[in-house]
């Protein structure tokens, strides 16, 4: 039980650390010294008293998940409001359990005083993980013309569920719009992938290498968060 809390202590740290851009020595001081370094970062940079329940939930939900999900159905049956909804949709989404989040997100829909893009949104990444690329389609339908859509995961997501229904051309614009330098290194990997595939190897190698020489320029924390794509693309150049 002791190395389950100390995996998790960590796991919070790091995720901590990489979501608030701390320095890189610190996720060297968690990784390598477990307990002490996970301890000093929360003193130093994490904790305070407004912190300590928050801090306690979230060890919780990574050690025992599906708790989250059980005290968020009791409080939804408590009150079912909108947010309670949502927040029990985001716990299912969090922990797999796509068909439950997706029942969920869309009996938010029903409340048409609330704004829908959440949902939308949300739904999109659902049906993306079930490949339901007609259900992607759907929803990205409804919030295609919102400036949040652009860029976003969300239309990564449309771009590949048009491909795989045959609308390359479409597909290919959408995809495009995600091609953006020194960020969205998985996103772009794809697109190169897809030009691959649809016989522009000159294209896809260019984006490739441009992929490639970014790489030379990640801090190391990035490096470590993108080192499977990174590999992926160097694999795919040595075979161009």
Known sequence: ??????IALQAYCIYHAYKNHKPYY?????FFIPVLGSLIYIITQVYNKSDADKIQSELTSIINPTKKIKDLEKKLEFSDTYSNRIELADAYLSN???PNAILNYKETLKDTAQNNLYAHQ????CYFQLKDFVGVLDSSELIKTKSEFKGS???FCYGLALKELGELEKAESELKQIDRPYSNYTERLELAKFYIENNRTTE???LLSEIST???HMTKPNRRI???TIAEVERLLKTL
Do not use: A, C, V
Request: a neutral charge; charged letters at 20%.
């Open 1 to 6: 039980m002791h190395y389950y809390l100390i």
């Open 26 to 30: 610190w996720f060297f001081l968690i």
């Open 96 to 98: 797999g359990d796509f």
């Open 122 to 125: 949300q739904l999109i990444l």
């Open 153 to 155: 995961k969300q239309q």
């Open 204 to 206: 896809g190698k260019e």
């Open 214 to 216: 970014e790489s030379q």
């Open 226 to 228: 993108y080192r499977t």
